[in-house]
């Protein structure tokens, strides 16, 4: 049986379609939960915390902005805001934390790429915490890695993998890529172990199959619907993924004591991001930086007996 075949019979399961397309908190049809259809990428903790200032220091009750519908327009984004330590609440006031703040003044500072926003709001959200996981989102790339390894796959296979793919966001092109397959059914041992094995022209066989069925906007294939214009996902999105598994591996491998090695790293890796300019952001805000540190990479370290 090809990998096609295999794909194709899995699908005459309504569970296992589900369970792979989508994208709610119980299933696995998404990599990250910092992650979702209101947060679409790390950058949107800059606006929607942008557009949550307003209401710092104010009552809930006081904050009388609502949609059309008559629901709250912030309610959608409290709580990932929250989790990322951006806000903090006393009764019922909601405040902007000073890493908030931080964020806050990073994002209207026009001196800075793209890519290095994106990497500072990735070093601040690295305590991220989801229905009570700490470390959630290193936990979830150490849970892909243990995955993956079953199936002989290792963190020096995955790493120019990943490298590879950091600028793609073309859906199509994702399809043609063993990252996307693995990534996507990580949790399905005997898919990944299935695709692992198969030849390049069986693969290749998925890969058109994949992309004949995202053509038909009725299709009810699990990876075409799940990627199907205004679907639960897109390739923006999953690229988002493959830079948070990336930086996260490299970090997890460094197993340091701060970001700077880091930091040079990835300066290396991301052409627009300027070590000296990152390096002094960290300096200048030593504090922030180091709880998020210490609240992520810091606890893993103490896990494997790494720091004192």
Known sequence: MTILDYYRQKQSNPSWVAEYQSTAQDKHG?????IN?????????YMQLDAFKSKDGMKRSEWNDFQTTGQEKDKQ???PL??????TTSGERFYITDKGKLVIKINEDGSFSER??????YMLLLDFEFDGRDIDILRSVVDLTHNLEKIGIKTTDLLPMLRDTINVTDKFSFFH????????????FDFINRYNKSTPSEKEELFKWIDMCSKNKDTTDCIAHKFISGGAYTGSMFNEDVNI????????????????????????????????????VIEDNKIIFEEAYGNSIGKINKLLGLED
């Open 245 to 280: 598994i990336l930086c996260s591996l490299v970090l997890l491998t460094l197993q340091d004591k701060n970001y700077f090695n880091f930091i040079n790293i990835m300066s290396r890796i991301y052409h627009t991001v300027n070590f000296d300019k990152i390096s002094k």
């Open 77 to 79: 984004r409290i709580q």
């Open 30 to 34: 998404k990599m990250f939960n910092c």
């Open 177 to 188: 890529k063993d990252i996307f397959w693995l990534i996507s059914f990580a949790n399905d």
């Open 82 to 87: 929250k989790n990322a330590k951006l806000l």
């Open 37 to 45: 259809v209101n947060f679409r990428s790390l950058k949107t903790y």
């Open 116 to 121: 290095e926003k994106w990497l500072i709001i």
